[in-house]
């Protein structure tokens, strides 16, 4: 089973400073997906950035921007310029390219990252 | 418009009472989701419908009774429900279920008493 890992329970950073929080992915798929999901404390998941697996450009969303490592199965979210509305929790996810079975949709979250933004 | 609608967003509810949980969208997606989200937790996939079918049931207790009447309107039918169940309860859409973004609505907060 795909997992995805967040080894950063907790972050913080300097308004309009830079913040980088981290994503690693188990799978032995070659087409999948890669999304960052954002939920502040009104609750509602916000996709915040995707990256195809094929393509090797990494994706970039206004502040927001991943650098992507395949063959290292990492997936990394830079938010630049930090605000304080970027306080969140921010859970990466995993989709099946492929999808069969039981990973038809089906998103694979990590436990996420808790982004305190302060003033 | 990328938008899911949820309602009620907060619902406290007895042991003994039957309620539900609305989600609609109106983006033509045909794949929708239900998740039950605790605090600090990522979601966790409950039910998963495609063209109005029950795709996925995740070993959901039955007092947790899924209806998708048509397309755009996916209902959470609660009954008997515990305490434990209190929770973010998650309602999401997709074109497909092959096609890769999900779109959140903002939630239902369940409070079982």
């Known amino acids: 089973a795909q997992t995805v890992t967040q080894s950063q329970p907790e972050m913080s950073v300097q308004e309009a400073e830079t913040v980088t929080l981290s994503c690693t992915y188990d799978?032995?798929?070659?087409?999948?997906?890669l999304f960052w999901y954002k939920q502040p404390p009104s609750r509602q998941m916000i996709l915040v950035i995707r990256q195809e697996a094929y393509k090797q450009q990494n994706a970039t969303e206004n502040r927001f921007s991943v650098n992507f490592q395949k063959a290292a199965k990492s997936f990394s979210l830079k938010i630049s310029d930090s605000q304080l509305g970027d306080a969140a929790m921010y859970f990466c996810?995993?989709?099946?390219?492929?999808?069969?079975?039981?990973?038809?949709?089906?998103?694979?979250f990590g436990r996420g990252t808790q982004l305190t933004v302060w003033p | 418009d990328t938008e899911v609608t949820q309602t009620p967003k907060h619902l406290v509810m007895g042991m003994t009472n039957k309620k539900s949980l609305k989600c609609e969208q109106h983006m033509g997606h045909r794949a929708m989701y239900w998740y039950k989200q605790k605090a600090k937790k990522p979601p966790e996939l409950m039910f998963v419908?495609?063209?109005?079918?029950?795709?996925i049931n995740e070993s959901v207790p039955s007092r947790f009774s899924p209806e998708c009447p048509n397309s755009s309107l996916l209902n959470l039918h609660l009954h008997a429900l515990q305490p434990e169940d209190s929770a973010l309860y998650l309602c999401a859409s997709s074109q497909g279920l092959a096609v890769y973004e999900q779109y959140f609505g903002p939630g239902t907060r369940l409070t079982v008493t």
């Open positions: 799978t032995s798929e070659s087409d999948y997906y």
């Open positions: 419908y495609s063209y109005e079918k029950l795709s």
């Open positions: 996810a995993y989709r099946s390219g492929e999808p069969r079975g039981s990973t038809l949709g089906r998103l694979y």
